[in-house]
């Protein structure tokens, strides 16, 4: 979306990249401390939310995407017609 909306972004919903590998550590450490059996229950849950995270990501970018062409097509629609109320003749 950087070359969109000219706007770079490294963090979405408070999660940028330093909490990412927090979380990867954590999630190594448990692996290490108890193995991968307390985990299976588990992951399935962590990439599911994970799925839905990246949809309503998505969702949200293509929002404000959308506002702003919507916003650049009314500013020139109004600047390309400066008279619309004239008709034809130039007449009001």
Do not use: H
Not at 9 to 20: A, K, Q, R
Not at 56 to 85: G, H, I
């Amino acid at each position: 979306m950087l070359a969109a909306k000219e706007e770079f972004t490294v963090s979405f919903l408070c999660f940028g990249p330093t909490e990412m590998r927090i979380g990867l550590i954590v999630c190594n450490g448990l692996l290490v401390q108890f193995g991968i059996r307390p985990l299976e229950g588990v992951l399935p849950w962590i990439a599911g939310c994970g799925v839905v995270a990246l949809a309503v990501l998505a969702y949200r970018a293509q929002q404000k995407l959308w506002r702003r062409d919507m916003l650049v097509k009314v500013t020139t629609d109004r600047a390309e017609t400066p008279f619309s109320n004239q008709n034809e003749s130039g007449r009001v």
